[in-house]
């Protein structure tokens, strides 16, 4: 059995996948914010509870907005600030005494879609999450890369390329750059360069959702903006179809449920990429918002399953 837990900054979600990959058990808890010590406990407090529950040891993987620095072993870059700088690699095994697998969330999203969704059997998987932020995460045969500084996937926070116009320098990214391709691509984003187009006249906030359903009931403005968010889109994948040559893209975040992505942005992309023919696939996520918890479970693969208990 394998729990994976996925640590948000507003509810910890816990869940519990069978060898067969079926789902037994979900649960899901308030985040206590702005307090390490609680977390750990609300983290400890539900392994032990989905384990009685089911009456089994399991193993547990934790997915973490940010990553564990791997100079000090510290998280880092996550937006649940309480968290930067703790040792949770050190004590959440201490406290559940067993070792305990983390990754960044967006790298759980991508192993979950490749293990036994979108990408389910392809070798090299991109996963993107176009939500709030921009996030971005690796998978190749069926294993996550995290990289020498725990930011393999970062392409948000990469200069949009072949940037024109008004693209460039480009909006202020909190990250302190101009430009960066999550001022774009994230669900603020497309809001944004719909409001400043016009979009919105009476200066009410128009969600990105909104844009998208506008686009789609015909309004101009809307479809404009659509369509600039997917020549953007385009060039910022096929810079990633350049040196990772993917088999899937896999999308998950809100923006990922408008439909005509998946046709207009690989058609899009192909003037972009060094290749006569480009066969990446763009999928939509298979597990939807459930694709982080699955990832993290998915941290312990079945053959370390055998190794443990060897
Ligand atoms: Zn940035």
Request: hydrophobic share 35%; with cysteine.
């Given at each position: 059995m394998r729990i994976g837990i996925d640590l948000g900054g507003t509810k910890i979600e816990g869940i519990a996948i069978a060898d067969d990959g079926g789902e037994r058990l979900r649960r899901r808890i308030a985040a206590p914010r702005d307090d390490y010590a609680k977390t750990l406990g609300a983290l400890t407090g539900l392994v032990h509870a989905i384990e009685q529950e089911l009456g089994v040891q399991a193993t547990v993987g934790v997915g973490i907005p940010g990553t564990m620095s791997p100079a000090t072993g510290l998280v880092k870059?996550?937006?649940?600030?309480?968290?930067?700088?703790?040792?949770l690699a050190e004590d959440l095994p201490r406290l559940l005494n067993r070792p305990v697998r983390f990754a960044n969330d967006a790298n759980c999203f991508a192993l979950s879609e490749a293990t036994d969704g979108a990408?389910?059997?392809?070798?090299v998987v991109f996963g993107v999450i176009v939500g709030t932020g921009t996030g971005g995460g690796l998978v190749i045969d069926g294993r996550v890369v995290t990289g020498a500084n725990a930011?393999?996937?970062?392409?948000?926070?990469?200069p949009l390329p072949a940037a024109r116009g008004i693209e460039s320098p480009g909006p202020a990214c909190y990250c302190g750059r101009?430009?960066?391709?999550e001022t774009f691509l994230s669900g603020p984003g497309l809001a944004r360069d719909y409001a400043e187009s016009g979009g919105a006249g009476g200066g009410a906030i128009v969600t990105a959702q909104e844009v998208a359903a506008r686009a789609a009931a015909g309004e101009a403005l809307a479809g404009a903006a659509l369509a600039r968010y997917e020549d953007r889109m385009a060039r910022a994948l096929a810079s990633v179809i350049n040196i990772l040559d993917p088999d899937a893209i896999v999308l998950g975040g809100?923006?990922?449920?408008?439909?005509r992505l998946y046709e207009s942005v690989p058609r899009l992309w192909r003037p972009h990429v060094?290749?006569?023919?480009v066969t990446t696939r763009l999928v939509r996520a298979m597990?939807?918002?459930?694709s982080g918890v699955r990832g993290a479970a998915w941290l312990w693969e079945a053959h370390d399953d055998q190794r443990r208990t060897r």
């Open positions: 870059n996550s937006n649940s600030t309480w968290l930067i700088g703790r040792p990408a389910a059997g392809a070798a930011i393999a996937g970062e392409w948000g926070h990469n101009h430009g960066c391709i809100g923006l990922s449920k408008i439909d060094f290749s006569d023919r597990h939807g918002d459930a």
